[in-house]
């Protein structure tokens, strides 16, 4: 299977997790809805547990795309009671994997899990929010006319 595909069909596989585990069902009950009247829900409830085995097999892929992804629906199928048991074989490649990770919501995602779940997230780094704001926007060179400048000149507070 190639990277592309491999990688497409676990976040897609994460995405129904999440649609259907049970903090999803959770969410249906606060709003009223009763989570067993949703077929489209009780039939991907069903398949959790059979999706957890193929995409364990892939949290040690050589490719390290997909061993994120992997790790990452993982997450999410382990929200589901029936599941719960595999978090902890988890725990190590969520804070070694996921939170060394170059994609930010991977490393926001290992954070947010290992607080859930109870553990240390001490040394990991998630994104900081305040980058951009904090970041030194361009500058005139001395000597040249800022167009911000006028600009602010021209602002009437």
């Known amino acids: 299977m190639s990277r592309s595909i491999a990688h497409a069909l676990l976040g897609w596989l994460g995405s129904v997790a999440s ?5 999803a069902a959770q969410t249906l009950r606060r709003h009223g809805f009763v989570p067993q009247d949703y077929p489209p829900f009780t039939q991907a409830h069903r398949l959790l547990p059979l999706l957890f085995g193929p995409v364990y097999a892939h949290v040690h892929d ?7 992804a992997a790790i990452a629906a993982c997450i999410l199928l382990v929200d589901d009671a029936r599941l719960r048991q595999h978090r902890a074989m988890l725990i190590t490649l969520v804070r070694e994997v996921l939170g060394a990770s170059t994609v930010w919501q991977y490393r926001e ?6 607080e859930d779940w109870g553990e240390d997230a001490t040394g990991l780094v998630g994104r900081d929010p305040w ?9 005139c060179s001395h000597g040249q006319d800022c167009p911000n400048d ?8």
Do not use: Y
């Open 19 to 23: 649609e259907a585990n049970d903090t």
């Open 62 to 68: 050589q490719d390290l795309a997909v061993r994120e």
């Open 109 to 114: 995602r290992a954070i947010e899990t290992l």
């Open 131 to 139: 980058a951009f704001i904090n970041a030194d926007l361009p500058g």
């Open 150 to 157: 006028k600009l602010a000149d021209q602002l009437p507070f």
